[in-house]
């Protein structure tokens, strides 16, 4: 699709480096990259009456860099409201995850995903990180294309207008003592780690959109001996892997039964980590385990609002930082999809676990939420407002009910996804005045879910 250059005049723009937003800046944008940035200081302003920057569209409110989804699993949007009637914790809500799981195919999962997706964009998220292992057929058998399910991801984010890194997670095993898959979660499964590679290197999209990265499921799902193969692909490839890590105790201790040491130890002893790997939650680290995945400069992303949901804990986000962790956001299972809301969780959780305040700087969060996400996603190029990077503009109204009378630089405590105006994706616009151009966001989640949950 042909995009046009444009001239876009915010009222306040989050520049990189910046520790809060600044007035009145001409972002200029040619074949979806920022051409200039020039912050209009009152000396550079023309004088009254003449008006160079006519032809530059405004754009109200605050406008932030591209917000990055680094941790999704799309179909876990059908569950959102529906765990919530009795008790349990997270391997209860597990066992109606993969009754939905069940339910999906190539098709079904493509008009979920696509309004998940677009969900994504309405608020402010121009890129995502699939965390994708429904590979097979229901019976683990494949089908006519092995990645079909894949497929369907890499389609649904193009109609949804934003990119995608597709992270194909390699799923062997239903515990750490290596026992088989069994119902539901046959279709995850590829076999062994050689098949996971084969199959995984002949999917290869050429859409502009897409770039596929490497999970190790967890130690839960991947046999050690296995585990390298796996690394090998990505670092190969120097594409992002990622991992889920330590997300609950139950993990932690039955890694130290079968394998005599943590996870984190365990995934570095076998070659995972390092700073094209990204651990996914990493709630319950040792002392030792955040020196060893910071030293590795391994990335950590959090997932709050999950964590919140499923009680798995607080993880020790000041503790990591501190240890030289990159942070970054994931909305995972869609509980919500709301980036600020994981943003100021990083900070207010922090409050409650030490009843003090001003753990991170709002700057920070941002960070975490664009810049920071992008990379962890193999998108090096994109999540700042700068010349040369890719032109992802979020827009946040600040005249609305949550934000009216907030100053910028408070956005991330005040601010839902709810009040995202306009989103540009790669140049092109993809949300206006608060509305997905080309998804009925609502409409299609409503039919896409009932779809999957029908009794
Ligand atoms: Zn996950």
Do not use: K
């Amino acid at each position: 699709m042909p995009v046009t250059p444009a001239r876009w005049l915010a009222e306040y723009a989050w520049l990189p480096e910046h520790a809060e937003p600044t007035p009145d800046v001409l972002i200029e944008v040619e074949d979806g990259r920022i051409t200039a940035v020039t912050p209009l200081t009152p000396g550079s302003r023309p004088p009254a009456g003449v008006d160079v920057y006519a032809d530059a569209v405004p754009l109200p409110g605050l406008t932030l860099p591209g917000l990055a989804n680094v941790h999704s699993h799309a179909f876990h949007r059908a569950l959102r409201g529906r765990t919530h009637g009795g008790r349990g914790d997270f391997w209860t809500w597990r066992d109606q995850m993969y009754a939905v799981a069940d339910r999906l195919d190539p098709d079904t999962y493509l008009a979920l995903a696509r309004a998940v997706y677009a969900e994504m964009a309405l608020a402010g998220i121009t890129c995502v990180g699939e965390f994708h292992y429904l590979h097979h057929r229901p019976d683990g058998g494949a089908y006519d294309d092995p990645n079909a399910m894949g497929a369907a991801l890499v389609e649904a984010a193009a109609h949804a207008g934003i990119r995608l890194t597709l992270l194909d997670a390699c799923y062997l095993t239903s515990s750490v003592d290596g026992q088989a898959l069994a119902g539901p979660q046959r279709r995850f499964g590829d076999g062994d780690a050689a098949r996971w590679a084969e199959r995984v290197a002949a999917f290869q999209p050429a859409d502009s959109h897409v770039r596929v990265g490497a999970a190790v499921h967890s130690v839960r799902a991947v046999p050690a001996d296995q585990l390298r193969t796996v690394a090998d692909w990505a670092r190969d490839r120097r594409a992002p892997l990622h991992v889920h890590l330590s997300e609950q105790p139950a993990e932690n201790d039955e890694c130290r039964a079968v394998h005599g040491r943590t996870p984190t130890a365990l995934l570095a002893e076998h070659g995972v980590l390092g700073p094209d790997t990204t651990a996914v939650h990493a709630t319950h680290p040792t002392s030792a385990d955040l020196t060893v995945l910071g030293d590795s400069r391994t990335g950590v992303c959090l997932c709050p609002t999950t964590e919140r949901d499923l009680a798995d804990g607080i993880g020790p986000a000041r503790r990591m930082a501190d240890a030289g962790i990159r942070l970054s956001l994931g909305s995972d299972s869609h509980a919500v999809i709301d980036l600020f809301e994981e943003a100021r969780a990083v900070e207010l959780d922090e409050r409650l676990r030490t009843r003090r305040r001003g753990h991170f700087a709002p700057a920070d969060l941002l960070t975490a939420a664009s810049v920071t996400g992008h990379a962890a996603l193999g998108w090096a190029d994109a999540g700042r407002i700068a010349v040369g990077a890719r032109a992802d503009l979020v827009t946040v109204r600040l005249d609305g009910p949550r934000t009216a009378g907030v100053p910028p630089v408070g956005l991330f405590f005040a601010a839902t996804a709810g009040d995202v105006a306009q989103v540009l994706v790669d140049g092109r616009v993809v949300v206006a005045e608060g509305q997905h151009l080309s998804v009925d966001v609502p409409a299609e989640l409503a039919a896409a879910i009932e779809a999957v949950t029908r009794q």
